[in-house]
């Protein structure tokens, strides 16, 4: 039998005395921190005041967990319900097992962001511009989880980057697969350091790189979505329309949309202020009241 140059993890939880430890959760925390992290630097960068996307990423997050457990149960349906279920309905609350979607976490997430945008009185635009990069880093360090929880893989191949997979997640003996996890998380890194030079490069305002962060996460989506062969919206296939993925739909749509916006803002100008207040606080006046901050 070939060997892997990736073979899967043989466990992906730990016990700390009785207190589980699970690599999938352990890559998603990371990624969101470094996202953050990341997105925190940039916002002091433009001249913004300390802690905002510490504080703003809060909401962010426990929406975003909320939608991206929605979306995957939504398309995911039959794994719960249904004469075909192999689980039980409680079981879709455990994100641990999986099916943690970017699309519900962004679009959920993303109200969560302008709830605490409006309150501060901050620019919705200047906020996707600034965390754009950090989210596409975060999702690189977050698909190693799928590698650990051995789903998000493509199918059969003879590379030499080729993926094991056990018989308990849907492989065959002496059969190897692309490992789409890496593919994605290499994409992402790649569109990451992209959105960075990008902004550099260019005056990006107004929702402007967080549109271009939209195209090209979809378009590296919509590629890597159609060499996966894992059960993904059914119990043992995924759901198609017209021969695409639901996901693949979804990155069509998506994408289009980001060209849109990227063309209907093409004129607009390149001033800090918008409309929906205040781009950054000026970090000298971290001591200013509130009324002052424009919160």
């Given at each position: 039998m070939s060997l892997a140059l990736i073979p899967s993890p043989s466990q992906g939880v730990w016990y700390l005395g009785f207190v589980p430890i699970r690599a999938y959760a352990l890559?998603?925390?990371?990624?969101?921190?470094?996202?953050?992290?990341?997105?925190?630097?940039?916002?002091?960068?433009?001249?913004?005041?300390?802690?905002?996307?510490?504080?703003?990423?809060v909401p962010g997050v426990i929406f975003g967990l909320i939608g991206t457990r929605l979306y995957h149960v939504i398309t995911d349906w039959q794994t719960y319900f249904g004469p075909r279920a192999?689980?039980?309905?409680?079981r879709a609350l455990f994100i641990?097992?999986?099916?943690?979607?970017?699309w519900g976490a962004v679009a959920l997430g993303g109200?969560?962001?302008?709830?605490?945008?409006?309150?501060r009185g901050l620019?919705?635009?200047?906020?996707?511009?600034?965390?754009?990069?950090?989210?596409?880093?975060?999702?690189?360090?977050?698909?190693?989880?799928?590698?650990?929880?051995?789903?998000?893989?493509?199918g059969p191949t003879t590379l030499p980057w080729g993926l094991e997979i056990d018989q308990a997640h849907g492989g065959e003996p002496g059969v190897l697969y692309h490992p789409t996890f890496l593919y994605e998380s290499l994409w992402d890194a790649a569109l990451g350091f992209g959105l960075i030079l990008a902004g550099r490069r260019f005056t990006l305002r107004h929702g402007r790189l967080f549109a271009l962060y939209v195209a090209g996460y979809t378009l590296g989506r919509f590629w890597i979505e159609g060499l996966r062969i894992d059960p993904v919206g059914g119990v043992d296939h995924a759901v198609t329309l017209l021969g695409l993925r639901i996901n693949q739909w979804t990155s069509i749509v998506l994408f289009i949309g980001a060209l849109v916006h990227l063309w209907v803002?093409?004129?607009?100008?390149?001033?800090?202020?918008?409309?929906?207040?205040?781009?950054?606080?000026?970090?000298?006046?971290?001591?200013?009241?509130?009324?002052e901050n424009g919160r």
């Open positions: 890559c998603f925390i990371l990624g969101i921190g470094f996202g953050i992290w990341l997105s925190e630097r940039r916002w002091r960068d433009r001249g913004g005041e300390k802690s905002v996307i510490g504080d703003i990423a192999v689980k039980e309905p409680y641990w097992e999986g099916g943690l979607s970017i109200v969560g962001v302008w709830l605490a945008c409006r309150r620019s919705l635009g200047a906020v996707a511009d600034t965390v754009a990069p950090g989210i596409a880093f975060g999702q690189a360090i977050a698909r190693w989880g799928n590698w650990f929880n051995q789903e998000l893989y493509g803002t093409r004129d607009k100008g390149e001033d800090e202020d918008e409309d929906t207040g205040r781009i950054v606080v000026p970090a000298s006046r971290d001591d200013a009241s509130p009324g």
